[in-house]
């Protein structure tokens, strides 16, 4: 696979070139500089190209900004080709001067000038000051209009040994995708790394280093699988930057591009109402979940057993859709319980891929009944149970047909919906429900 990395000093539309490349709202884009802080990689969408925004270079000598440009150098130098962004608009500068020359040592990898906001020549610059970084003549686009991309194309083209578009298209696999979210500063980008054996993400003791979702294929514990870190979700009422409000919605959003969440919580606190939201939506989109408790380490051994008890219970009383929480002692700092969380998803995932035979859903029911006899209806008709059927994954769904009444109560279908979990192993699994009136009028 070819790997393009977009690189440039701040400000200059490279998120908004990845974004329009890929044919997704992946990279968070927004009019202040220095948004963007971690490499997001995304693919493009009919082509074997991996493609990777990158932070704004810029000369900081330490904090998160000095971070950024480092793991920006970082993967220019292990990319196959470079798009180096300029802004059309304001023109030459010395920071373009300097990243390009220090862009030239980091890499022997062919670059593509590319003067973005290039959509208005009235609103241009002088253009041919750009020959002066030494790539070449500067191809004129305009990322927010999508303009000038073919240029770009047969760049990576030649670079990839062929002009066939439709290269990458693949039977391959389907990769979990496994996002993770919880509260700022709980240590989601040290289980990242942790995961990844490398420094991929920012990691400093300060709440909202992390601001995109980042997307990073690797494989942990035997298996190909996507990561997805996210940023810190706090409660409304304290988020009043417009920035991390885009975040948040990111956030949110990669609960549906997900297979699963790992819910990181701190061990060494409460958890808080709004780690109980997450899990909430993460239920109601029908994922799996897993808590992971970090920081258990640090925990005292004398009450590890009372707290995780208390927290099972507090989790199993707050949603019905999940019969026996899924959560898991761990420490991203150290790595203990990682690979157990890791194998335990990944079980979790292949009960969930597979269809329970019909026959055996009837079985399972049918004994259910037979234990314990559904309620008269508040009309004091029989309600009779007639078939029953998986008519879902991702959440787990089963469909009743009835007879008679319809109306079951809901201590009812908890019985019925924990029998079921119980006999097929779907305790950690949201599962839903649902019943279908039988008109027939002869029954």
Request: charged fraction near 25%; include cysteine; aromatic fraction near 6%.
């Amino acid at each position: 696979m070819v790997k393009i990395t977009i690189a440039g000093r701040p400000n200059t539309g490279k998120s908004t070139l990845f974004n329009a490349l890929t044919g997704t709202r992946d990279a968070l884009v927004h009019d202040r500089p220095g948004v963007t802080r971690d490499v997001i990689s995304g693919t493009f969408h009919d082509r074997n190209w991996q493609l990777y925004d990158t932070a704004g270079l810029e000369s900081a000598k330490s904090g998160i900004a000095s971070d950024s440009t480092n793991m920006a150098m970082n993967a220019i130098a292990t990319s196959d080709a470079v798009l180096f962004v300029v802004d059309g608009r304001v023109g030459l500068t010395n920071a373009d001067i300097e990243w390009a020359r220090l862009v030239r040592r980091k890499t022997r990898a062919p670059i593509l000038l590319l003067a973005n906001k290039s959509e208005s020549s009235k609103r241009m610059a002088d253009i041919n000051e750009f020959y002066k970084l030494g790539f070449g003549a500067p191809v004129m686009i305009s990322a927010e209009h999508k303009t000038g991309f073919d240029a770009i194309y047969e760049f990576i083209a030649r670079i990839s040994g062929t002009n066939d578009d439709t290269t990458g298209q693949t039977d391959a696999p389907h990769k979990l995708h496994i996002a993770i979210m919880g509260q700022p500063n709980v240590g989601k980008s040290t289980l990242v790394n942790r995961v990844l054996g490398t420094n991929r993400q920012i990691v400093r003791d300060a709440p909202g280093i992390t601001r995109d979702t980042v997307k990073i294929p690797t494989r942990f514990y035997g298996r190909d699988i996507v990561l997805m870190d996210t940023a810190g979700l706090r409660r409304k009422s304290g988020v009043t930057d417009d920035v991390e409000t885009l975040s948040a919605l990111k956030s949110l959003d990669a609960i549906e591009k997900s297979d699963a969440v790992i819910l990181v919580v701190d061990a060494t606190k409460n958890i808080e109402n709004q780690a109980l939201n997450i899990a909430s939506r993460v239920y109601d989109a029908g994922k799996i979940l897993c808590v992971a408790l970090n920081k258990w380490d640090l925990v005292a051994p004398e009450i590890r057993d009372e707290k995780l008890l208390k927290l099972k219970h507090q989790f199993s009383n707050s949603f019905h859709q999940i019969i026996k929480p899924l959560i898991l002692a761990i420490s991203a700092e150290t790595g203990s319980g990682v690979q157990n969380m890791f194998k335990r998803i990944y079980q979790e995932w292949d009960i969930s891929t597979s269809d329970a035979p019909t026959s055996l859903i009837n079985k399972i029911v049918q004994k259910l009944v037979e234990s314990r006899q559904p309620p008269m209806s508040r009309l004091k008709r029989p309600m009779k149970i007639k078939f029953a059927r998986q008519s879902g994954r991702h959440p787990m769904k089963i469909t009743i047909n009835v007879g008679g009444a319809s109306d079951i109560p809901e201590s009812y279908t908890r019985y019925l919906r924990r029998g079921i979990a119980n006999e097929l192993k779907w305790e950690h699994l949201p599962i839903v429900i649902e019943y279908k009136k039988d008109d027939n009028p002869f029954d």
